[in-house]
């Protein structure tokens, strides 16, 4: 394999490592006002971050290595992109800003009001990547207006066409559905029972939002290798909500995952050879070649990744079976250790 | 509106900002993780309180370092999309190594660690921050890497087909003389703000006694004491790496020195300036105080010297390329150069004091020391800013030396309104996050010292869990 589809494929990788993971904690923080309410809406919530709390930090890693990857792999794919997508990815900075300190602060005083603001911190910040990601990787999968120069030249408002739009309720949906699944899986009696109510009407938005984003994806730029790729996600979606009714927790994640990789997977071989077409004209596309670096740093970046990419997955997987039991809202009382 | 001057502005206010919890981060992680290590050996228990009270501080302050240390990795692309295009095939490899070996490293650890008390073995779990404690140090060296590139370019060529810089020698980059100066003086600066920390705390306690019981006096003397032992530790380091650094900078970045210096005229033997007004157009010395020879000692090594001036170096610039200023804000340099210095060292002054006014069993009551226990924390977090500031702006106009002028860098494609927008959204967030942090810290630092219930451990598990947040 070329280095540089080494690198595309690396990406692909990273990503969907991100989507996959921060996928459930989004969806854990959107839900916090709809699991967690009720009479003991405290102590639910507490719960609910808690599920995530050992962990969204190391998700979001995978954002960053993301983003340093195309960088050191390709740098004009990296300029293009980060220049030209400038205020949707301005919003997602502030929102995961907010978000990741309001998980730390929102303990800190004894507040209801105070609890309250930071919570709606969470949700907000939760939400606007949820939907901005799905956004950008319509419009980088779609293609955008790229000059000769390979920069951006079309504004804000082409990047919310409908294609895009749709891409991001998708995400949105997906997020929702995985968060709740997730729940599901790491927590037992009142949390678990109510985020398998909202499954009920997140599941369905999940199914046509996936289904009318994949397929519009595949009938614009799909292959063969897109379309079964599509094809897996859509039955593992499917699966995944089966294995989710009948109460087969592990099953329906691992479901949910399996059909965020794939969907990711999809959006990146619909992509190659491409990683950012250009609607001016193809010629101005951004390509796994031209956007690429020297064979010699691509070569310096692969054995850096072979190496310990494996090394990061076993101590992530290591941490996810630590703390691998089920929390409760009637062990909220509990005393912090730290 | 010009978006250069607007990304600049942006880069400085969120580089500075999030460089006050980096070496917070960095330091105190071993300090906790020397703690916890204290308590595991001896079974004393004021060292364990000790490890939650700073434990706590770290976290708070922790969690500021990740979610602002994604804006700096973003904003390269951003706002500086040219030079992204000219270094990513240099600058971008670091960055990435960052995230793949230290981010993840850190993140995840502290998750366990911060979680894992009643989860792991008592020894598994001091390994977890002492783990996330050396991934802080992993990331500190990958990105002063990536930063030396831009002070000190090696191990490329320039490819002028595709317009840009192009590795050839990754170890080049890894080792160059200006990598393993700056990190080693970082690192230095990151100990002396941990360091800082710890004993200003702790040192404030000892004072107020609001809390008067004999074992948190105790714990707090012993914080007090290894706070300003790593203080003075650090304060050797730094004049040692700066000693180096300074070498090494004079060798690369003459121009950057001379700025340190306002030194206009080369001179041989040259003098170090105390104390330097200069003319309005910033070409002349007005009034100067100087220690003969001593410039020489530290710029070349020899007492006699040669170290070239501003307005030769600004000639020889002109005539190498192209017509155009050189010279970079010398206010900025020299006053930057000297309050980097200036605060350090007065952070080491304070923490010596407090060292003697603990000696031998002493715990003291001076109400002066108050004054040191705010200064400890806050001096060293100004000399950390002042001397970014000053590596910084003493580089200009080049963002990669002698190769890229900043002003090339900016990304074409963004306009003033997008950059100044992004700006005032960065900065109006990072002001309200800074007083919620400020009055969180005060909280923890100024609460009891925390229980010392050793943390039992659940093998069972479905057993409750104890839960953090």
Redesign the interface.
Known sequence: MELTTLWFVIIAVLWIGYFVLEGFDFGVGMLLPVVGRGPDAEARR??M??TI???W??N??W???A???????F??W???????F??P??LI??A???R??A??????RDDPRWRARWDAVIVAGSLLPAVLWGVAFGNIVRGVRIDA?????GTFFDLLNPYALVGGLTTLALFVTHGAVFLGLKTAGDVRTAARAALRWAAPAAVVLAVVFLGWTLLRQGDAVSWATGAVAAVALLGGLAAARAGRDGWAFTGLAVAIGFAVITLFVALFPDVMPSTIDPAYSLTTTNAA??P??LR??SW??VV??PI?LI??GW?YW??????TAG??G????? | MDPLEIARWQFGVTTVYHFLFVPITIGLSFLVAGFQTAWVRTEDEKWLRLTRLYGKLFLINFAMGVVTGIVQEFQFGMNWSSYSRFVGDIFGAPLAIEGLLAFFLESTFLGLWIFGWDRLPRRIHLATIWVAAIGTVLSAYFILAANSFMQNPVGFRFNPARGRAELTDFGAVLTSDTTLAAFFHTVSGCFLTGGGLVAGVAVWHLVRRKHTDDASIAAFRSAARAGAVTTLAAIVALFVSGDVLGKVMTTHQPMKMAAAEALYRTEAPASFSIFTIGSLDGKHEVFAIKLPHLLSFLATGTWDGRVQGINDLQAQYAAAYGPGSYMPIIPVAYWGFRAMIGAGVLAALVALWLLWATRRGRSPRSRWLLAGAVALPLLPLAANSFGWIFTEMARQPWVVNFHLRTAAGVSPGVSGGEVLTSLIAFTLLYGLLAVVEVKLLLKYAGGPLPDADPPERQRDPDAPPSLVY
Do not use: C, K, W
Request: hydrophobic share 45%; aromatic share 14%; no cysteine.
């Open positions: 507490r719960v971050i808690n709390g050992p962990v930090d190391g979001e890693v954002l960053i290595v983003g340093g990857a195309t960088f050191a792999a740098p004009e990296y300029a293009t992109l980060f220049s030209g400038y205020l990815l301005l900075l502030l995961l800003i907010g990741g300190v998980f730390e602060y929102r303990g800190t120069q390979h920069e951006y030249a670096s020297t010699y740093t310096i970046m850096v990744a310990f990419t990061v101590y992530q941490t630590v703390f691998r039991r089920r929390l062990q909220a509990s005393s912090a250790t730290i």
